[in-house]
């Protein structure tokens, strides 16, 4: 079983869309959490980092449900330019932040 | 441009062949990560630098790999006797100490013929 389960779409939705992604991982110990975005042959950005409370960042928004180890992630009102791989991210701080990726969804926005 | 710095951008060698790549990582940041990332895949971790000091490596990483960081600032990659299955985009991260974001290289794209 991987650390970081993503389902790897794609997702194909029409711009304005609501679109949500999820992910589960397996290490309890996990202490960060973060999704990452990733453009066709660029490098990985930090999109937003994810806390039990929640947390939103306009359009998007990121929650996290430490029982039952499972982070999502809400797009609304879905923009062309937010077509991208969208990589959930685990950090492990075994005294340094060492980050396991999922193997990221794809999402295809169309006009 | 005060980000991190990879060279170079690809890298085509033959089987057999040993390859070098350089990091830069932004300049205050003392600490420094190798990752490999093989199509459909998220990256995977390889090492870790603080400074000069290389305090984690990945089982990934054979001993055909070394990586280096002399004066705690940039960083080489070497790979010998490539296989073709070292054809990966290899990513390179830094990150201030305690902080929990890393920011990334732009990669250099292997391919081993």
């Known amino acids: 079983r991987k650390e970081v389960e993503q389902d790897p779409g794609p997702f194909n939705v029409p711009e304005g869309a609501t679109v949500a992604f999820n992910c589960t991982y397996s290490?309890?110990?996990?202490?960060?959490f973060f999704w990452y975005r990733q453009d066709c042959r660029k490098e990985p950005k930090l999109l937003m980092s994810?806390?039990?409370s929640g947390n939103e960042d306009g359009r998007f928004t990121a929650q996290l449900n430490r029982a039952s180890q499972y982070i999502s992630l809400l797009i609304r009102d879905s923009k062309l330019s937010d077509s991208a791989t969208y990589l959930c991210v685990v950090g492990q701080n075994t005294g340094f932040q060492k980050l396991v990726f999922g193997t990221g969804t794809r999402l295809l926005v169309s006009p | 441009d005060t980000g991190v710095s990879q060279n170079p951008r690809h890298k085509i060698t033959k089987r057999g062949q040993n390859v070098t790549f350089r990091c830069d990582p932004i300049?205050?940041?003392?600490?420094l990560y190798w990752y490999r990332q093989t199509l459909g895949q998220g990256p995977e971790f390889l090492t870790y630098f603080q400074n000069e000091a290389q305090l984690e490596k990945s089982r990934l990483l054979s001993d055909r790999f070394s990586a280096e960081r002399p004066k705690g600032s940039f960083s080489t990659l070497e790979i010998q006797r490539t296989e073709q299955g070292d054809s990966a985009m290899y990513l390179c991260?830094?990150?201030?100490?305690?902080?929990?974001?890393?920011?990334f290289g732009s990669g250099t794209q292997l391919s081993v013929l």
């Open positions: 290490n309890s110990a996990s202490q960060s």
């Open positions: 994810v806390y039990s």
């Open positions: 991260a830094s990150s201030l100490e305690h902080d929990e974001k890393l920011f």
């Open positions: 300049s205050e940041h003392n600490r």
